[in-house]
Every structure is written in structure tokens, then in C-alpha cells.
T-cell receptor, first 112, second 117 residues
């Protein structure tokens, strides 16, 4: 099982602030993913990366951006947070050739 | 258009009995299926998976069944324990025509399982 970490776990922030959600994994996985989940709903893929300097948008449109400068690190940034961004953000990674994705603990974001 | 559906929002089961969680899909390109367990405010934990070349996979108390013709899969938990109470998500992934996995998971809405002592 992958060791994958997300910080912060909880974040309450005012409208208009810039935020960065951190995600790191120690397994050397090339593939990393960001999902967004609202309560009682399915997880939606918002960004993914197949390796360093590779980033793609997911199936759900998001105003956030991501970067992948190092294999182990896949941060997500919101330049100007809005109440509509309130959600849980989940980071995942997988090994090339394997289908199973392993998830971090998530960040619960509340934008006031 | 929801490609993976879990039509039962919740399921309540007595401890020791069998829990059966169901999942239907519409995309015939899906060829790998996974079940995750999730507690509130935590990330999903991988439980068990199955490839489309199989119709059953078993791991301890967990068994997943796949019926490709019906585009249906189910997760059986026997015996159910109170610690199994959580939200269960099924997920599916697809390969392109060349056999390369897209690696993107499509999730169902989840089923809340409650196991009563």
C-alpha cells in the first residue's frame, strides 16, 4: 500500500484567498491524481499527472491548477478561493502497470 | 451521464450476516473494477478489485462478483462486522484500443453500510 500524505487536513479560509493543497507520496509512483468529492456524491477526477512535468485536466472542470516538478509531490492551487470550492479534495497515486490507486487522507476545504 | 451507478444509497445489516453491495455500469470499455471503503473526512481505502477476464475474486471476508453481460458487479462481505460500517464506492477504469490503461477511475455515488451489533 502506498504512503501518501495530504496537508492540511482541514482548512477554513475567506473568499479571495490563494491556497495550495499539498500531496506527497513516498512510493515513487509515476501516476498521481486529484479528485473532488462533495458529501454524499461520487468522487470526480479534476487533475492527473503521468510523471514529472506532465499534467492534464480531469473529467470535472475545475478552476484549480496543479504542478508536478518532482515525482513525489503533486500540489493543487486555487488562486482565488470561492464558496463554491468548498469540498473534500483527495489525492491518489498508482504504480505504472497497476490499476489500483491509493488515496491520501484528503483535505476538507471550507471557503467562507 | 453517470457511467457507474450504485442504486442503493444505504444498506443495514445485522452483525454476522452477509452484506451485498451492488454496482451497475454502462461503459462497455470498462475492464477493471475496484471497491473502496471510506469513512467521513478520510480518504478511500482500497478493498478488492477484479479484472474483466474474471467473474469472481475473493480476499478473506470480501468477494467481488462480475457479470459482464449484465454490466453488474457486487461486493459480498461475510460475515459482516460493526467495523465494516462505512461508505462503499465501486469504481471502474478503461483501456484504450491499444490496451493501455487510461488510469482514470470513474466512481459510483457510494452506498452507506451500517452493521448493527
Amino acid at each position: 500500500e502506498a504512503d501518501i500524505y495530504q496537508t492540511p487536513r482541514y482548512l477554513v479560509i475567506g473568499t479571495g484567498k490563494k491556497i495550495t493543497l499539498e500531496c506527497s507520496q513516498t512510493m515513487g509512483h509515476d501516476k498521481m491524481y486529484w479528485y473532488q468529492q462533495d458529501p454524499g456524491m461520487e468522487l470526480h477526477l479534476i487533475h492527473y499527472s503521468y510523471g514529472v512535468n506532465s499534467t492534464e485536466k480531469g473529467d470535472l472542470s475545475s478552476e484549480s491548477t496543479v504542478s508536478r516538478i518532482r515525482t513525489e509531490h503533486f500540489p493543487l492551487t486555487l488562486e482565488s478561493a470561492r464558496p463554491s470550492h468548498t469540498s473534500q479534495y483527495l489525492c491518489a497515486s498508482r504504480e505504472t502497470g497497476q490499476e489500483t490507486q491509493y488515496f491520501g487522507p484528503g483535505t476538507r476545504l471550507l471557503v467562507l | 451521464d453517470q457511467q457507474v451507478k450504485q442504486n442503493s444509497p444505504s444498506l443495514s445489516v445485522q452483525e454476522g450476516r452477509i452484506s451485498i453491495l451492488n454496482c451497475d455500469y454502462t461503459n462497455s470499455m470498462f475492464d477493471y473494477f475496484l471497491w473502496y471503503k471510506k469513512y467521513p473526512a478520510e480518504g478511500p481505502t482500497f478493498l478488492i478489485s477484479i479484472s474483466s477476464i474474471k467473474d469472481k475474486n475473493e480476499d478473506g471476508r470480501f468477494t467481488v462478483f462480475l457479470n459482464k453481460s449484465a454490466k453488474h458487479l457486487s461486493l459480498h462481505i461475510v460475515p459482516s462486522q460493526p467495523g465494516d460500517s462505512a461508505v462503499y464506492f465501486c469504481a471502474a477504469s478503461a483501456k484504450d484500443a491499444g490496451g493501455t490503461s487510461y488510469g482514470k477511475l470513474t466512481f459510483g455515488q457510494g452506498t452507506i453500510l451500517t452493521v448493527h451489533p
